[in-house]
Nanobody, 124 residues
C-alpha cells in the first residue's frame, strides 16, 4: 500500500506560480513512478505530468510543457509539481498518483494509488 497526500494548492493570479507537494508513505518511494493529474468541474481527470521511479525521465501534457516541472526527492519521499506561468484554464483539483509501471503512462486507470487532491485556482 502507498499513501499519498498533496499540499501547496491555493489561489494565484494569472501568470503566477505555485509548487505542489505530494508526500508518500508506505512502500519504498523509489520503487514506483509518480504522476500528477487534474480535474476541472464537469471535466474528466486529465494527465499533467509523470516522473519515473528514479527520476530519470519525465513526461508532460502538451498544455503544460515548458511551464510545469515535475521532480522527486527520495530523501523526503516527496514528489513536486512546480507550476509557473499559470493560466485560468489551469484551475482544477490536482491529484498525485503512484504506479509501478514503466514508460509513459497517461491514463488515470494505470495508476493504483491516489491522493485526496488539492485545489488550484488561477484568477484572471
Amino acid at each position: 500500500q502507498v499513501q499519498l497526500r498533496e499540499s501547496g494548492g491555493g489561489l494565484v493570479q494569472d501568470g503566477g506560480s505555485l509548487r505542489l507537494s505530494c508526500a508518500a508513505s508506505g512502500r519504498s518511494f523509489s520503487t514506483y513512478a509518480m504522476g500528477w493529474f487534474r480535474q476541472a468541474p464537469g471535466k474528466e481527470r486529465e494527465f499533467v505530468a509523470r516522473i519515473t521511479w528514479n527520476g530519470g525521465r519525465s513526461y508532460y501534457a502538451d498544455s503544460v510543457k515548458g511551464r510545469f516541472t515535475i521532480s522527486r526527492d527520495s530523501a523526503k519521499n516527496t514528489a513536486y509539481l512546480q507550476m509557473n506561468g499559470l493560466k485560468p484554464e489551469d484551475t482544477a483539483v490536482y491529484y498525485c498518483a503512484a504506479d509501478y509501471n514503466s514508460g509513459d503512462r497517461t491514463s488515470p486507470r494505470e495508476y493504483a494509488y491516489w491522493g485526496q487532491g488539492t485545489q488550484v485556482t488561477v484568477s484572471s
